[in-house]
Structure formats: C-alpha cells, structure tokens
C-alpha cells in the first residue's frame, strides 16, 4: 500500500466582519426611554430600553432589589397560564410563574446589560434608586397573630 500525502493545514479566511469592542458592541448607543415605578415586595418598576447598534427595544424590563442590596435589571417575560387559561401558581409559594421570551447567552452579557441599564436609570431617573429600602416583612396568611407572639409583632411593626 502506499500513503497519502499529507494534507496542508487549513488557513482561515480573514474576518470580514469587525469583531465587537470589549464591553459588549450592542449596548452602545444604549438609552432609558420610559421608567415606571411599580413597588411590589423586591420589585422597583419597568424601564423601557432602546439598544441602537441592534435596533431593538425592550419594553418592560423588571428592574429588581436583590437581598444583598444590589439591583437587577432582567429581560421581560410573560405568565403561563393553565389549561383554563388562568396564570399558573407555584404550588410550594402561591406566586405567578412566569416563562422567559428571551435569554442572554451569557452571564457576563447579562451582567453587562444590568450595568449599563442601571447607570442610565440613575442618570435618566434618579428619584427611581434614591428611596431604596428593604421590603417590610409580612406574615404570611396563615399564621395567627395572637397571644405574646402577635403582641411582641405589633411593637416591632410587623403585623399586617
């Protein structure tokens, strides 16, 4: 038998195409069109964003405190419903569960996006992360609030 010859290595063709700048291309340019203030236990309100460089805009976004006192900007996402058409609950914690309409591909892209949004909201709105305070705790439903434990809630200011 005899060998084939080697073959040579493969070049690559050079890049046509500019590759993206540190710091993530598609946030520059980017600009907080709408903020609504919305507070509900860790959520702050919606902010609308507009990205330019990739002629997007996404309406709605959920601007979180999360418990170590940092901010989280995600993107928007909607409920699932049931089979009745009614939005479907966590069994465990009786709250909406809700299903992602997109992702990032990473956790660094994510990360990036909260920064930026959250230093535009600051610039754009500042009254939005002024007043930032934890949550009042509450009970939930089913525990009583009577006896020295209910007396003992109400001078700390915790019963509802």
Known sequence: MFA?????????????TPRPAAGHAYMAG???VDWR???RGRLLGFVTIRLPAVALAFVGCPLFS????????????????????????????????FEATARWTSKAAAAAFTAVVVE?????FPEAL??????TPRLPPHVKRHGAVG??????GLAA
């Not at 909607?78 to 914690?93: A, E, I, K, S, V």
């Not at 002024?130 to 949550?135: E, F, I, K, M």
């Open 4 to 16: 084939l010859p080697a073959r040579p290595p493969r070049r690559r063709r050079p890049r046509t």
């Open 30 to 32: 980017a600009s907080v």
């Open 37 to 39: 203030p919305m507070r």
């Open 66 to 97: 999360r418990t170590d006192g940092s901010i989280a900007v995600t993107l928007p996402a909607r409920p699932l419903l049931d089979n009745g058409g009614r939005q479907r609950r966590d069994p465990d914690t009786g709250h909406v569960v």
């Open 120 to 124: 535009l909201i600051a610039e754009r």
């Open 130 to 135: 002024q007043t930032l305070s934890p949550p």
């Open 151 to 156: 007396r003992q809630l109400d001078l700390f």
